[in-house]
């Protein structure tokens, strides 16, 4: 019920406020930490600001190296942990030079339970499929992030270090692959949960005879998905024979519409086992928190960065890009450096895009992407449940 007297007189309007205040709400210690580092070593330790371990999660993106001229070893596949309130860990499979990794550290100050670990995948029988132990959870709040590394040299057995993320119960991380084959791979996994979140998830497939596949999310919830107040994050697991193709496994997901996700390869084969497995989480903001998406495409041959325009004016140290990539068609050859992107705002209005300076450019990409600005004031409830933002 409404308090009419809540709108005169300074002490009335903050304790009207502080009654109405949403207890849950996310609220971003500002500024959100951001930086490169090279790889000219297998493992980097990043100094960064003081941080609260259980209120941070990082993000990390990487631009593939050359290693000697070939881009698509599944050595270069990078983890990111925060090893320490001051320390953030980068490791790699081999030292490259040329190998840059663009990092983010976000760190709330309420609202928001951080859990993480490592963990190994060995090699054993496939697909397998590994349980991590974690605190429990409410599903309907949280969802899950993962990095990768593998050790292997080759270029063909993508399928090995594509590994999805499931919160299959309350204190339960579901890790799975397809095809492990002789490689154990590690993962950096981070279960984040919002107080102020409504999650959606689910696994979905995108058949061997397709190159996209939609999901139909559930509109009678309560808040329904907003687009702009929602982002979307994902993981993939390639099918056994996958191979070195790029263009097979690496999938976009975006939020088409309030109902319906769309994740996207460039290319099938309608061959046996060459499917993409997915799990992935809708994420709807009900805390000020908002979301603007959109696409930018590489041609062959383009070596340079992609510039994405952001519709509406950001604010840079409140925000982080979330990107996903497809690349190569029929008859053409994709590295992985390739369909390896990383983001940066160059301007309150401008994500620039970038793979590495050494890759072949034999392939055409696509890099869906979603910038998400935190809020960093607790939101206000108004008497009829509409959210009001500062």
Do not use: H
């Not at 371990?53 to 990082?58: E, R, S």
């Not at 000697?68 to 320390?87: F, I, K, Y």
């Not at 009900?286 to 959109?294: F, L």
């Amino acid at each position: 019920m409404r308090i009419p007297y809540c709108l005169f007189g300074q002490l009335l309007v903050a304790l009207c406020l502080a009654r109405t205040s949403a207890a849950g709400a996310a609220v971003l210690k500002i500024p959100v930490q951001t930086g490169t580092v090279a790889m000219n070593a297998t493992v980097k330790t990043v100094p960064i600001t003081l941080v609260t371990l259980t209120k941070a999660f990082v993000l990390c993106q990487f631009q593939m190296g050359a290693n000697g001229g070939n881009a698509s070893q599944a050595n270069l596949r990078v983890t990111c942990e925060l090893t320490g309130p001051t320390t953030l860990t980068v490791t790699t499979g081999v030292a490259d030079v040329t190998q840059t990794v663009r990092w983010y550290v976000v760190e709330f100050l309420s609202g928001v339970t951080v859990q993480s670990g490592l963990f190994t995948m060995p090699s054993v029988a496939s697909p397998q499929t590994s349980n991590v132990a974690i605190t429990n959870v409410n599903l309907a709040q949280s969802f899950a992030l993962i990095s990768e590394r593998d050790t292997q040299a080759a270029t063909n057995v993508d399928q090995r270090f594509t590994v999805r993320a499931q919160l299959q119960a309350a204190n339960n991380l579901r890790l799975f692959r397809n095809d492990s084959g002789t490689d154990a791979v590690v993962v950096a996994w981070q279960v984040i949960e919002i107080d102020s979140a409504a999650v959606q998830s689910g696994l979905v497939t995108i058949p061997v005879n397709q190159t996209a596949i939609t999901v139909t999310l559930n509109a009678a919830l309560s808040p329904p998905v907003d687009i702009k107040r929602t982002f979307l994050v994902f993981s993939r697991s390639g099918g056994t024979v996958v191979g070195g193709e790029e263009s097979l496994y690496q999938t976009t997901g975006e939020i088409t519409n309030a109902t319906t996700l769309t994740f996207t390869r460039n290319r099938q084969t309608g061959t046996a086992n060459t499917q993409v497995d997915i799990a992935w989480f809708a994420v709807r903001m009900t805390d000020g928190t908002t979301v603007q998406s959109g696409s930018a495409a590489n041609a062959v041959g383009a070596a340079g960065p992609q510039n994405a325009v952001i519709p509406t004016a950001i604010t840079i140290n409140k925000s982080i890009p979330i990107l996903s990539t497809r690349g190569g068609v029929a008859g053409s050859v994709t590295d992985l450096d390739d369909t390896s992107w990383a983001g940066a705002f160059t301007t309150t209005t401008q994500l620039q895009l970038s793979k590495s300076p050494a890759s072949s450019n034999t392939a055409a990409a696509t890099v869906a992407w979603q910038v998400v600005q935190f809020n960093d004031k607790p939101n206000i409830i108004d008497g009829d449940g509409r959210e009001i933002f500062p």
